[in-house]
């Protein structure tokens, strides 16, 4: 079946660390995103990419990083430099950037301690 | 992007109509309406879009008013498995941006 994959679905990382999450796609989607979203709260863009080795900061991309090297992955690094990182980050993918059809993965829950 | 204004709570009775609003007064020309939901711990799904008639598929329909200015999402007989944040979005069709998702509204289904 065609998905979008988040690994792993719980990240617990000791403060000053680097992490990376995963976000892979088999529906041969163009365009990528991540958000993060914090209790009662909205979604928050943190980078997109429509194409493979183009990607574009979103509201909230300080202390994140981003490659999109192959069409099917859009890894996710939280650098040291975020200065409130624990939080749920979702990942989608969609046909193309207009807003229709996004997928969700079923989103990592980061916890920094 | 339009911003959008939609009411932070509702309750509906399972079996009833849900009828959520959504006020999008700057919308231009070609924006479209988005609704997405998420249920808790999930990732959004999408539910529908249009742009100016009314639609409807198997999940909701989308009636959106002559001016354009505001839309209203109708889950026809909710269930308790509908009770989720429900996100009204307005974007460009070719903004070749991302959605930009607010705080939604949380419906809660009731028996």
């Known amino acids: 079946d065609g998905g979008i994959t988040q690994s792993p679905k719980y990240l617990f990382r000791k403060e000053g660390q680097n992490v990376t999450l995963s976000c892979e796609q088999n529906?041969?989607?163009?365009?990528m995103y991540w958000y993060r979203q914090d209790p009662g709260q909205g979604l928050r863009l943190i980078y997109y990419?429509?194409?493979?080795?183009?990607?574009q900061k979103g509201d909230i991309a300080e202390g994140y990083s981003v490659s999109r090297e192959k069409k099917e992955s859009f890894p996710l690094t939280v650098t040291s430099a975020q200065k409130n990182p624990t939080a749920f980050y979702l990942c989608?993918?969609?046909?193309?950037?207009?807003?229709?059809?996004?997928?969700f993965g079923s989103g990592t829950r980061l916890t920094v301690v | 992007d339009a911003k959008t204004t939609q009411p932070p709570s509702m309750d509906c009775a399972e079996g009833r109509a849900a009828n959520l609003p959504c006020n999008h007064s700057?919308?231009?020309?070609?924006?479209?309406v988005y609704w997405y939901r998420q249920i808790h711990s999930q990732g959004p799904q999408y539910i529908i879009h249009?742009?100016?008639n009314n639609e409807t598929n198997e999940m909701a329909s989308l009636i959106i008013t002559e001016d354009r200015k505001s839309s209203t999402l109708i889950l026809p007989h909710a269930t308790l498995r509908d009770t989720a944040v429900y996100y009204c979005?307005?974007?460009?069709?070719?903004?070749?941006?991302?959605?930009?998702f607010g705080k939604g509204t949380s419906l809660l289904v009731t028996p």
């Open positions: 990419s429509q194409i493979v080795n183009d990607f």
């Open positions: 529906l041969n989607h163009d365009a």
């Open positions: 979005i307005v974007s460009y069709s070719n903004s070749g941006y991302a959605l930009n």
């Open positions: 989608a993918s969609s046909i193309d950037p207009t807003g229709y059809g996004y997928t």
């Open positions: 700057t919308i231009s020309g070609n924006e479209y």
């Open positions: 249009g742009l100016k």
